[in-house]
């Protein structure tokens, strides 16, 4: 059995009157990597908070095994605003880390007096970076935030946005090397490009992971196990997402045989309570009990379904046409305008399903701010049609006052809402078949989690009927189930969907047609969905690998001669060089690192700066002697 890393015993968690989850007693084992479910509210931050000891829980204690490093990748970083995101990525508690810190104090120290004691310092903190290789973490740590996204690593974290923030925080919790991993939605605010190599990289950790995730290719891939939070209990299935699909299935069955059961018995218990009074009198007591029992229970306790349809408006013959459309912003009149897309057109069609994809900046954002006219084109022409009504799902919260309740804030919309099949139903219906109960109508809108904000600004978008309807990641921060049924409504929409998103399940489920940004501000036309794209992607990088001329392939195609004699000669120089510079690197590290105590800081310097000019000549020299050593194979 593997060994207990993390052990909750008889925690429990209230909110004002609201429980998240009653006393609880589980253990987390060595490399599990748990992917943890539950609709929004219901506590998988809360949970992950305890864990890391970031929040109290009300009953219980969380015990980690001794000597264990945990690191938590929480929805709001709290990093270093005054320092750039490369000195931020320095502070990680990472052994190396330390020892680099470590050495620039002293470093910076010498600067300013000349010591014999911290030369010492300098000496043996030199050569345990040696030893340990420390330098090589600078560059797993720069390689990581360039496949983040970042390549000016200069940049003052406050003049990153939020979701930047999140990827810097993400590169600090990675490169921290901890053993136990909590991550609440690590895939929010990633390209889809940057979640795959998350993925594999998630795959590959032998640490243990917890963590809250929508995206269900990222869950079913990466977890062995699925911790559930439903209606205060929880509850382990073994297997990814997919086995855990499986086993809910089958569960499900098992429920409704249970309730079919249950409802033969009471009516059989029923009869007999209405033969009367007398009849009653000769049962025993036990049996009154488990009379009321059975009316009181009911195993089919599921969630209500958030299944419900709008009506639309009939889509006209124009519906969105985008004419020769170039896009971008202007910084202020002295500065020229920077473009983000230039000179694209698309007439939609009626039902067009459209994903959006891009990294993050490329314009996805933009494009659709011009869409919906609330900013203007640099030039070219949208245009839209008289009968087309849109309505968009933006990123950003509303600004709405969070003193009023969910159902008054629905009601600023409409007091009744008519549904697809003409019923005319209350704000108070409309809300419970959106998984607010009555109860939680009353609760004010500062009061409800990330992901209930989201499902209830879902709903204030959906509610008036529009036939074109824009979605700007709309996964962040739902929960899996509020996703399902999300994807449910868009299968019935009668209208054209433009989403985009990070969430490649999405793009599948619902695009049947992609528009992918391009390096050269232009976008591809992709008809298909997103996995469709991915294989076209491959095939056309395998096809490109297969037809770019390797070295071997360009001299045979050159069809070269063989070495001429100064040919074979500068070969022999360079081997003989690479050797000698080799040497000289040797001497001068055994200098730096046994020497250091009686040199000078400028002494130090000027060997640091000969080592690194020996460097380049090896660089320079080791091109030499490939492009001459392939030429001799190719002979």
């Not at 030199?126 to 360039?146: G, H, P, V």
């Not at 494009?367 to 849109?390: M, R, V």
């Not at 921060?477 to 409504?489: M, N």
Request: charged letters at 30%; a negative charge.
């Amino acid at each position: 059995m593997a060994d207990c890393v993390i052990s909750l015993e008889k925690i429990s968690k209230r909110y004002s009157e609201k429980t998240l989850f009653e006393p609880i007693s589980f253990g987390i084992e060595a490399g599990d990597k748990i992917g943890l479910l539950g609709i929004n509210g219901s506590g998988k931050s809360t949970l992950l908070k305890i864990i890391n000891g970031s929040e109290y829980c009300d009953t219980g204690n969380v015990v980690i095994q001794k000597g264990l490093k945990v690191n938590f990748l929480s929805q709001s970083p709290n990093l270093n605003g005054d320092l750039t995101i490369l000195e931020q990525i320095y502070q990680c508690e990472h052994p190396h880390f330390i020892l680099l810190r470590e050495y620039q104090k002293i470093n910076s120290e010498l600067r300013l007096q000349n010591s014999e004691i911290l030369l010492k310092k300098q000496t043996a903190l030199f050569q345990q970076i040696e030893s340990q290789n420390a330098y090589d973490i600078e560059i797993k740590a720069k390689t990581i935030l360039t496949i983040l996204g970042f390549t000016d690593l200069q940049i003052p974290i406050s003049n990153l946005s939020g979701g930047q923030q999140r990827r810097v925080d993400l590169a600090r919790v990675l490169l921290d090397k901890p053993d136990i991993i909590l991550l609440d939605e690590p895939t929010n605010h990633l390209d889809t490009d940057i979640i795959e190599w998350l993925q594999d990289y998630m795959i590959e950790y032998t640490g243990t992971i917890i963590f809250i995730t929508h995206d269900r290719y990222f869950l079913d891939a990466v977890s062995n196990k699925i911790l559930e939070i439903d209606r205060q209990k929880l509850q382990f299935y073994p297997g990814n997402y997919f086995e855990y699909l499986k086993r809910k299935e089958l569960e499900i069955v098992d429920i409704q045989r249970k309730e079919t059961r249950r409802q033969a018995q009471l009516q059989k218990e029923m009869k007999w309570l209405n033969r009367g009074a007398k009849a009653r009198t000769s049962k025993p007591k036990d049996h009154l009990d488990r009379v009321k029992e059975l009316i009181g229970k009911s195993y089919l306790t599921t969630q209500q379904e958030m299944d419900i349809s709008f009506q639309t408006q009939r889509l006209g013959k124009t519906i969105l046409e985008m004419h020769n459309l170039k896009i971008g912003y202007n910084q202020d009149e002295s500065t020229p305008s920077t473009i983000l897309l230039d000179d694209f057109s698309y007439n939609f069609q009626k039902f067009d399903r459209i994903g959006i994809i891009g990294p993050n900046g490329c314009g996805k954002t933009t494009l659709i701010k011009a869409i919906i006219e609330e900013i203007k084109p640099l030039s070219g022409k949208i245009k839209t049609g008289h009968n087309t009504k849109i309505t968009c799902l933006s990123q950003a919260e509303p600004n709405i006052d969070p003193n009023i309740t969910i159902l008054d804030y629905i009601r600023s919309f409409a007091e009744n809402i008519r549904t697809k099949d003409g019923v005319l139903h209350t704000s108070e219906q409309i809300l419970e078949k959106f998984l607010f109960d009555r109860k939680m109508q009353m609760s004010k809108i500062s009061s409800l989690s990330g992901g209930e904000k989201k499902r209830l600004y879902l709903l204030s978008a959906l509610i008036f009927g529009s036939n074109f309807l824009i979605l700007d990641e709309p996964t962040n921060d739902l929960d899996i189930r509020t996703l399902e049924i999300l994807e449910d409504f868009l299968d019935a929409y009668q209208g054209c969907i433009i989403v985009i998103s990070h969430d490649r399940f999405i793009l599948d489920r619902v695009t049947d047609f992609l528009f992918i940004f391009q390096e050269d501000k232009s976008i591809r036309k992709f008809p298909g969905n997103y996995s469709d794209y991915l294989l076209m992607k491959r095939f056309e990088e395998e096809n490109a690998t297969k037809e770019a001329p390797t070295p071997k392939t360009l001299y045979k195609e050159k069809k070269i001669k063989k070495m001429s004699y100064k040919e074979e000669q500068t070969l022999l120089q360079a081997e003989s060089e690479i050797e000698k510079l080799e040497n000289e690197k040797k001497n001068i590290n055994h200098l730096m690192t046994e020497k250091a105590v009686n040199l000078t800081p400028k002494e130090f310097q000027e060997l640091s700066d000969k080592l690194a000019g020996i460097e380049e000549k090896v660089l320079e020299w080791l091109k030499i002697w490939e492009e001459l050593s392939l030429k001799r194979e190719s002979q």
